[in-house]
Structures are given as C-alpha cells and as structure tokens.
C-alpha cells in the first residue's frame, strides 16, 4: 500500500465521541429544517382552529343596564387559511367583536317574569360575526352556545 491509501483508510477508521457528536448536530439541523418545511406547508392549506377572541356588549334596553356576567371572551371555531389564521392568534391587539343588543335577538327564561333574566343563542350571531371580522377566516361555531344574563 502506497501512503496515500494508508492515509484515506486511517481517516475513515477515525471514529469517536468528536465525530459522534458533529453527526448529531448535522441530524438535529436536518430535522429543525424539515419540521419548518412541513410547518409552512400546512400553513398554506385549510386549517380548523379555536381562538378566543374579545367581545364588547352595547346598546342595552333603555333604562336598563347589563349585569357583569357575560363572558369578555368568546371561544370562535374558525377555518381559513394557515397564514390568516397563525396571523389571528398571535395578533396580541385585536379589535373586539361587538354584540349589539338592538340587533340580536334575546329571549326571557321562562317562569322568572319578576326578574329580568334573558338568553342570547350565539349561533345566530355567527353571520354579524363573520362580518365583523376583517379575515379571510370564516367562523362555524362560538361557544358558549348560549349566553345567560340578566338586566337591572
């Protein structure tokens, strides 16, 4: 064998904790790298996901005001794309939805006529809120299904 062959073979016997461990920061930079391909890729399919989105409440009944039990956030299932809907959820500023009680339609519980307790289903608010949302993400559903609150 001339030099050159002995020193190929010699390099190629070299193993060790050294080449052990650039093999693993090679594979763990590989497989960072093709979870953010993969993760980009899904973004720009249809996504489902829940967000809890802000709500404000206006126009009560005259002479009436609202107690505090409404909830200050919703829960929206929306489907939309990955990008607007990755864009909603880290937008830490949004405009709240507002729930305009001269538009919806609230209904009294039945058998308490003295108090002043209504209901409010949200799945027929679905439309005003898809219309309020400035996203291509369209809402399917909002939880709680049903709101309970009471006017003094």
């Known amino acids: 064998m001339t030099k050159k062959d002995l020193t190929r073979t010699e390099g190629h016997q070299k193993k060790g904790p050294a080449t052990l461990k650039e093999n693993i920061i090679v594979f763990a930079f590989f497989l960072f790298l093709s979870f953010v391909f993969w993760y980009l890729n899904s ?41 607007s809907m990755l864009q909603l959820k880290l937008s830490g500023k949004r405009s709240p939805i507002v729930v305009d009680f001269s538009k919806v339609i609230y209904k009294p519980l039945s058998g308490n006529e003295s108090v002043s307790s209504y209901y409010l289903v949200t799945s027929g608010m679905i439309s005003d809120l898809n219309s309020q949302l400035k996203s291509p993400c369209k809402i399917s559903g909002v939880k709680p299904d049903t709101l309970f609150f009471t006017f003094n």
């Open 43 to 83: 973004l720009g399919k249809d996504l489902e996901a829940d967000i809890k989105y802000p709500v404000t409440y206006i126009n009560p009944p005259k002479n009436k005001t609202l107690d505090d039990g409404l909830p200050s956030r919703l829960n929206l299932y929306m489907k939309g794309p990955g990008y």
